[in-house]
T-cell receptor, first 111, second 113 residues
Framework: GNSVTQMEGPVTLSEEAFLTINCTYT??????LFWYVQYPGEGLQLLLKATKADDKGSNKGFEATYRKETTSFHLEKGSVQVSDSAVYFCALANSGYALNFGKGTSLLVTP | NAGVTQTPKFQVLKTGQSMTLQCAQD?????MSWYRQDPGMGLRLIHYSVGAGITDQGEVPNGYNVSRSTTEDFPLRLLSAAPSQTSVYFC????????????FGPGTRLTVT
């Protein structure tokens, strides 16, 4: 079946540090991959997506590249801000509309 | 457009009580789904619907019922609440053919004592 594994948190970084949150997946076929962000007290928002191998999704300074050879979709940002503090979820969709989510990684950025 | 709305925002139930979590969307989306979010577990799919009159089970359906009488509404019913159903519940909707456009509601935080 489909599954998503992402690094455990919490991750604590200083402002302007480089961020990487690892995500790997297991799926048959060619899933679409997503990163969702959940700010405190809010629902989930789509951060970025990639629908085929070697696609790079990007938004708000965040990037992730769909690597089929390593079944990975790692999230990166070159310089994090305090406002990036949130929980980040990696997810996939495969032959349907239901999303398989990772467990989430909490990020805290300190001034 | 209001998007996806959920009511109530918070609810406390006693074990054995029943209740319905409401979800509505005004975007005319065919696909709707319910997830629960538990600490360290991510989001898990409870039930989903591909259109009015059609529902199916997700990963964790036990203890929950759904129906879809209209395109707009997709209520989730807890028939006999249990402490294990303490969670945050999210409803989502998607237009047909656009799997990468999932819109999530703000969530309902449910506590069962």
């Amino acid at each position: 079946g489909n599954s998503v594994t992402q690094m455990e948190g919490p991750v604590t970084l200083s402002e302007e540090a480089f961020l990487t949150i690892n995500c790997t997946y297991t799926a048959t076929g060619y899933p679409s991959l997503f990163w969702y962000v959940q700010y405190p007290g809010e629902g989930l928002q789509l951060l970025l997506k990639a629908t085929k191998a070697d696609d790079k999704g990007s938004n708000k300074g965040f990037e992730a590249t769909y690597r089929k050879e390593t079944t990975s979709f790692h999230l990166e940002k070159g310089s994090v801000q305090v406002s990036d503090s949130a929980v980040y979820f990696c997810a996939l969709a495969n032959s349907g509309y239901a999303l398989n989510f990772g467990k989430g990684t909490s990020l805290l950025v300190t001034p | 457009n209001a998007g996806v709305t959920q009511t109530p925002k918070f609810q406390v139930l006693k074990t054995g009580q029943s209740m319905t979590l409401q979800c509505a969307q005004d975007m005319n989306h065919e696909y709707m789904s319910w997830y629960r979010q538990d600490p360290g577990m991510g989001l898990r799919l409870i039930h989903y619907s591909v259109g009015a009159g059609i529902t199916d089970q997700g990963e964790v359906p036990n203890g929950y019922n759904v129906s879809r009488s209209t395109t707009e509404d997709f209520p989730l019913r807890l028939l006999s609440a249990a402490p294990s159903q303490t969670s945050v519940y999210f409803c989502a909707s998607t237009p047909w053919g656009e799997v990468d456009e999932q819109y999530f509601g703000p969530g309902t935080r449910l506590t069962v004592t």
